[in-house]
T-cell receptor
Framework: NAGVTQTPKFQVLKTGQSMTLQCAQDMNHNSMYWYRQDPGMGLRLIYYSASEGTTDKGEVPNGYNVSRLNKREFSLRLESAAPSQTSVYFC????????????FGPGTRLTVT | GQSLEQPSEVTAVEGAIVQINCTYQTSGFYGLSWYQQHDGGAPTFLSYNALDGLEETGRFSSFLSRSDSYGYLLLQELQMKDSASYFCAVRYDNTDKLIFGTGTRLQVFP
């Protein structure tokens, strides 16, 4: 049982380049999330998807787009990367409506130079 | 707006008990969660409190007082492997979205 998987694990981009971070879960969860975590900080929600076909902004959505491709997959796109987007990105999933456990992927370490 | 406060660092020795406090100012509060994160790792869920009182899971317990906008995580019989960062997180607006605190780094010494 893989849980939540993310690709890639590491990425270096130049300012202005674009990329998509991929996330997939095999737990049949409806809710999926993208967070970023900066050094010494907590996680900040970028986008949230309550179900396939729906997305909702979180605390820090500017500069990002998301796509809930199907129930399993939730991708995060940076259209024009900026150094301020250097961070560790975590994808997570959970059962809906219970407010309980979110399961996190291993993270993607992104550096924008 | 939403804000959470927790101490930045706590130290303790093996076998001791430590309490990590979390106070929050949140509109539409629904519940308080705790997560553990080891250096370089992903957060893992520890507990969730929606109602006032104490929830116990093994060596870890979590407490919530909604009237005081306050909660804590209690770790007993500390082990070296408990050295990690601990985050409180508020669930709000009857969604599954969470606002995380900035974390408390726990160092356990032999």
């Amino acid at each position: 049982n893989a849980g939540v998987t993310q690709t890639p694990k590491f990425q270096v981009l130049k300012t202005g380049q674009s990329m998509t971070l991929q996330c997939a879960q095999d737990m049949n969860h409806n809710s999926m999330y993208w967070y970023r975590q900066d050094p010494g900080m907590g996680l900040r929600l970028i986008y949230y998807s309550a179900s396939e076909g729906t997305t909702d902004k979180g605390e820090v959505p500017n500069g990002y787009n998301v796509s809930r491709l199907n129930k399993r997959e939730f991708s995060l796109r940076l259209e024009s990367a900026a150094p301020s987007q250097t961070s560790v990105y975590f994808c997570a999933s959970s059962e809906s409506g219970l407010g309980t456990e979110q399961y996190f992927g291993p993270g993607t370490r992104l550096t924008v130079t | 707006g939403q804000s959470l406060e927790q101490p930045s660092e706590v130290t303790a020795v093996e076998g001791a008990i430590v309490q990590i406090n979390c106070t929050y100012q949140t509109s539409g509060f629904y519940g308080l969660s705790w997560y553990q994160q080891h250096d370089g790792g992903a957060p893992t869920f520890l507990s969730y409190n929606a109602l006032d009182g104490l929830e116990e899971t093994g060596r870890f317990s979590s407490f919530l007082s909604r009237s005081d906008s306050y909660g804590y995580l209690l770790l007993q019989e500390l082990q070296m492997k408990d050295s990690a960062s601990y985050f409180c997180a508020v669930r709000y607006d009857n969604t599954d979205k969470l606002i995380f605190g900035t974390g408390t780094r726990l160092q356990v010494f032999p």
